[in-house]
C-alpha cells in the first residue's frame, strides 16, 4: 500500500471537474479529478485539508486518487456511531427523567392541593348541611296525636290553641309558628304564658 500524502486542494476547475493538490510536506503540485474525489461533504472547494495516494495515470504523469477529506472521514463516522449508540439510550433515559419529573410534581401538586381541596370539602358539605340544619331545627319530642292532624295548616293565626300549635309544630312539615328557632311556637298568640296549652 502507498504511503498516504497530507496535502491541500491549491486549485479547482468546476467546468473541468479536476484541479492540483499541494503537498503539506513540499514537492510538485498533484493532478486530481473529480472521480477521484469523495463524494462525502460537498464540492471541492479551494484551501480543504486532503489525504491521498498518488498513482501514475497511462501517460505515467503523477494523480491523487483515494482521496480523503480527513476531517468528513475520521470525525464523521465517529460521531454518527456515537450518536447511534447513545441516541437510544439517551431517548430511554430521556424518558425515565422525564416521568420521573412527572412524578415529582404531581406528588408535590397532590400535598399542596389535598389540605385545601380537604377544607373545601368540608365547608361544601356544611353548607350543603345548613339548610337541613336551618330549615329543620331540633324540634321537642312529637307529642302524641289525639285530636289534631297534619291538615296543610302552618300558621299561628290557623291554630285555637297552644297545645294545636305545639302538636303542628312537632308533627307537620313546612311549619311557620316558631321564627324564633326555640322550639316554642305562636309564643305572641297561643304560647306566650307559661302554663299556656
Given at each position: 500500500?502507498?504511503?498516504?500524502?497530507?496535502?491541500?486542494?491549491?486549485?479547482?476547475?468546476?467546468?473541468?471537474?479536476?484541479?492540483?493538490?499541494?503537498?503539506?510536506?513540499?514537492?510538485?503540485?498533484?493532478?486530481?479529478?473529480?472521480?477521484?474525489?469523495?463524494?462525502?461533504?460537498?464540492?471541492?472547494?479551494?484551501?480543504?485539508?486532503?489525504?491521498?495516494?498518488?498513482?501514475?495515470?497511462?501517460?505515467?504523469?503523477?494523480?491523487?486518487?483515494?482521496?480523503?477529506?480527513?476531517?468528513?472521514?475520521?470525525?464523521?463516522?465517529?460521531?454518527?456511531?456515537?450518536?447511534?449508540?447513545?441516541?437510544?439510550?439517551?431517548?430511554?433515559?430521556?424518558?425515565?427523567?422525564?416521568?420521573?419529573?412527572?412524578?415529582?410534581?404531581c406528588a408535590a401538586g397532590y400535598q399542596y392541593l389535598a389540605p385545601k381541596l380537604h377544607s373545601t370539602a368540608s365547608?361544601?358539605?356544611?353548607?350543603?348541611?345548613?339548610?337541613?340544619?336551618?330549615?329543620?331545627?331540633?324540634?321537642?319530642?312529637?307529642?302524641?296525636?289525639?285530636?289534631?292532624?297534619?291538615?296543610?295548616?302552618?300558621?299561628?293565626?290557623q291554630m285555637t290553641s297552644c297545645e294545636e300549635a305545639k302538636f303542628f309544630l312537632a308533627n307537620c312539615p313546612n311549619?311557620?309558628?316558631?321564627?324564633?328557632?326555640?322550639?316554642?311556637?305562636?309564643?305572641?298568640?297561643?304560647?306566650?304564658?307559661?302554663?299556656?296549652?
Amino acid at each position: 500500500m502507498d504511503p498516504r500524502i497530507d496535502g491541500t486542494l491549491k486549485t479547482w476547475n468546476v467546468d473541468k471537474g479536476f484541479g492540483f493538490v499541494k503537498p503539506i510536506n513540499g514537492g510538485q503540485d498533484i493532478f486530481v479529478h473529480v472521480s477521484d474525489y469523495p463524494t462525502r461533504g460537498g464540492a471541492p472547494e479551494v484551501g480543504e485539508r486532503l489525504s491521498f495516494e498518488i498513482k501514475l495515470n497511462k501517460d505515467g504523469k503523477k494523480k491523487a486518487v483515494n482521496v480523503q477529506r480527513p476531517g468528513a472521514i475520521h470525525s464523521t463516522p465517529a460521531r454518527r456511531k456515537v450518536r447511534a449508540h447513545a441516541g437510544p439510550r439517551n431517548s430511554v433515559f430521556g424518558r425515565v427523567i422525564a416521568l420521573l419529573m412527572v412524578s415529582v410534581v404531581c406528588a408535590a401538586g397532590y400535598q399542596y392541593l389535598a389540605p385545601k381541596l380537604h377544607s373545601t370539602a368540608s365547608a361544601a358539605s356544611s353548607l350543603v348541611g345548613e339548610p337541613h340544619s336551618t330549615s329543620s331545627p331540633a324540634l321537642p319530642t312529637p307529642m302524641p296525636a289525639s285530636r289534631w292532624q297534619c291538615d296543610g295548616r302552618t300558621h299561628c293565626s290557623q291554630m285555637t290553641s297552644c297545645e294545636e300549635a305545639k302538636f303542628f309544630l312537632a308533627n307537620c312539615p313546612n311549619t311557620e309558628m316558631d321564627g324564633d328557632h326555640d322550639g316554642t311556637p305562636c309564643e305572641s298568640q297561643w304560647c306566650s304564658h307559661p302554663f299556656a296549652k
